[in-house]
């Protein structure tokens, strides 16, 4: 269920609520009498870019969430509808081989975020990540992921293998779905 009487909505939330109650609506009404099959998804948007471009602030800015910068892994937010008209976030990632989901409130959210990222490996490879589920009552079946950005300054030998750790990333964020990339650069 979409909401248009929440007024500080985050402005791609907003922007969802505002373009697409109608359709969705229609699809749901149309998926209820059988008519089409309503098991689809929005693309995944991957955020790519060189390192402190802002790809960060832009997410932070448009999903309305006070995410932390200069990860160097991947940061994926998963949006989920549920009935409570309050959010609930779940930060997620491997340690050890076990996985650790837990609750976060939106006032620890950074300092949670930060300290999974320490837990991590610190050799970067392509299944280490970490993700933040979002469960609210506004967009459902949305996925962003934050690549950590590519240092341009480096010498060749680091850009490339920079390069080598980002396709992994991209392969195991993007692979056997429908992607859109949003690449951040300087002007």
């Known amino acids: 269920m979409l909401l248009d009487s929440e007024p500080n909505l985050p402005p ?5 609520s505002e373009k697409f109650k109608q359709p969705l609506h229609l699809i749901k009404k149309l ?4 008519v089409i099959d309503t098991n689809y998804s929005l693309p995944k948007i991957i955020v790519v870019g060189d390192a ?3 790809k960060t602030s832009l997410i932070s800015t448009l ?30 990632y491997q340690y050890q081989y ?5 609750e976060v409130s939106e006032a620890d959210l950074g300092s949670k975020v930060l300290a999974a990222a320490k837990l991590l490996p610190e050799n970067k490879t392509s299944d280490v990540s970490i993700s933040l589920t979002v469960m609210q009552p506004y967009v459902s079946d949305l996925t962003i992921v934050d690549l950590p ?10 850009l490339k293998k920079e390069f080598e750790v ?4 991209i392969w195991a ?15």
């Open 63 to 92: 999903v309305g969430l006070s995410l932390p910068q200069g990860l160097q892994i991947p940061l994926g937010l998963k949006f989920e509808i549920h009935s409570s008209p309050c959010t609930k976030l779940y930060l997620g």
């Open 149 to 158: 950005g590519i240092n341009p300054n480096l010498d060749k030998y680091r």
């Open 166 to 169: 980002l396709e992994g990333y």
């Open 31 to 34: 998926g209820y009498m059988d």
């Open 98 to 102: 076990e996985s650790v989901k837990e």
């Open 52 to 54: 402190g471009i802002g």
């Open 12 to 16: 791609l939330i907003k922007h969802f």
């Open 173 to 187: 964020h993007a692979r056997y779905e429908e992607c859109a990339f949003l690449i951040a650069y300087r002007l």
